[in-house]
């Protein structure tokens, strides 16, 4: 079962703006305890098997390296880069590829590895493109579902947890390219009023 995240308060980051503080929404220690639970969920599911995780850049590098590392067994991966996000919070609301996969999926048991699933656009996209190229098995794993905002009837296989509609970054994922270092996942505020809601 996904995890609920809880909120507490952390300290602004050296070079950090001014205009912009973060709050710990789900801590390093946290993530890598639930990492290793999806880890083994994945593993009952193919015990023996060889397991190619597909990761999209760039979000989900640090989760499909700690994925990967828990997994153990054989296992290969590849990268994909899609985009549905311009700068700063807003989605675009499409979807365009930017780097395919180097080697063919065909007859592999796939797993996508995505650091967040939100509208769900990109996911669908993604599924849809690799279904046509005959993968044995075509599997989910993401780290953070944002359900509140999802458009397209997408679902995850294995979901880290279930997060609220607010705008996240670390643990690879970013604003404007930065925070992606950090190891927590974090909500930023912007702002004197605090804005954090993705508007729609």
Known sequence: MPTKATTRTAKVKPGQREEETLSVLISHQRIRERVRQMAQDIRRDFPSEPVHLVGVLKGSVLFLAD????LGGEVSF??????????????????????DLDVSIEGRSVLVVEDILDTGLTLKYLLRLFEERKPKHLRVAVLLDKAERRIADVKADYTGFVIPNEFVVGYG???DERYRNLPDVCVVRLGPRGKTKIEA
């Open 78 to 99: 590849d990268f994909i880069s899609v985009s549905s996000y311009g700068k700063g919070m807003d989605s675009t609301g499409e979807v365009k590829m930017n780097k």
């Open 173 to 175: 994922l970013d604003y």
């Open 67 to 70: 994925l990967a590392r828990e």
